[in-house]
């Protein structure tokens, strides 16, 4: 699998040496998370509200238009047939603009080193057409449509399901994605850094400074944070509360419990602190995030 995304992803690159390194981390570290599947029929001037999805967004209009809104660019209208590819963490807002829409969604994640979005290390276009995007409609559908016509599926046959759909789409996308800049730098410094970003992933929870995470890097604080802003475009302290808010978000959209159990769980002992940051992140509270978007997933009580 590693080397098939490889060549798909790169084609034949010019230098040696970081290909091998690519390599090695998809296959040891690939990671697929399904989050939700659906399909809806909206009525002209619906519109999702500006809202910060912790997913890689798939939209697809099967039938008719809507229009999406960035910060900072112009509106981008899509055409029946034609799939929106937005990755994790960019608010937005999309709003119907014909007499009727059809969409049908997915929202996934793809992570290497334990928490590193894939979609990090690559471009990939906002707006898909043609074959591509008739594609993934139809990828969308069909698991939709399997996972409701055979009742109760066992947790191995789901979970199955789920991973099939997950490397079917991701071979769809992986054509239209371009490395980023310096993309052989990153890799270099992010094998320096694989048992960090572990411990991270699995103690984001509680407290953890600067210094802690570089003596586990085996690199002064100083030398520390210069490596990891290289492999992550972030200092280690946005990088963590990332995870953290990331984390309450999946929270408040598949669950039912407290907000201020959430903000206790991803390592915000003050709830008005966890408030803060999180409307600071995702432009409204921790409340209004959870309210707008109920039409995603409707969480079981717990």
């Known amino acids: 699998m590693a080397c098939v995304l490889h060549v798909i992803l790169y084609g034949l690159p010019k230098k040696k040496e970081w290909p091998m390194l690519l390599d090695d981390i ?37 039938q008719g238009r809507e ?43 793809y992570f290497i080193l334990e928490n590193l979005d894939l979609f990090s290390l690559f471009h990939i276009p906002l707006v898909v057409d043609k074959k ?38 991701l071979e769809i996308m992986a054509p239209l994605c371009t490395p980023k800049a310096n993309v052989d730098t990153q890799l270099k410094n992010l094998t320096r850094l694989e048992g960090v970003m572990e411990f991270m992933q699995h103690n984001f929870h ?20 210069k490596v990891f802003k290289t492999a ?29 159990d959430i903000a206790r769980e991803c390592g915000y002992s003050d709830p008005y602190v966890f408030s803060k940051f999180f409307k600071r992140a995702c432009g409204c509270s921790p409340l209004t995030y959870r309210n707008s978007m109920a039409d995603i997933t409707s969480p079981e009580p717990e």
Not at 45 to 57: C, I, K
Not at 163 to 169: A, M, P, S, T
Not at 234 to 253: F, G
């Open 67 to 109: 229009r999406l809104f960035l910060r900072n660019a112009k509106p981008l209208l899509i055409q029946t047939g034609e799939t929106i590819l937005l990755p994790a963490g960019i608010r937005h807002r999309v709003d119907v603009v014909g007499a009727q829409e059809t969409r049908c969604w997915a929202h996934v994640n």
């Open 132 to 169: 591509p995007s008739r594609r993934i409609g139809e990828l969308i559908r069909n698991h939709q449509a399997r996972d409701q016509s055979s009742g109760q599926p066992g947790v191995l046959l789901c979970i199955a399901r789920e991973k099939d759909f997950g490397f079917q789409l």
């Open 206 to 225: 509680r407290q953890i400074s600067r210094d802690e995470l570089a003596e586990k890097a085996s690199l002064s604080p100083t030398q520390f944070h």
């Open 232 to 260: 992550t475009g972030k200092s280690p302290v946005k990088y963590l509360e990332e995870i953290r808010l990331r984390h309450a978000q999946q929270l408040l959209i598949s669950t039912h419990r407290k907000i201020s």
């Open 26 to 62: 998809l296959d040891r570290s690939l990671r697929f998370e399904f989050r939700s599947v659906g399909t809806a029929s909206l009525d002209k001037g619906h519109s999702t509200g500006w809202r910060v999805v912790p997913r890689l967004m798939i939209s697809h209009a099967y």
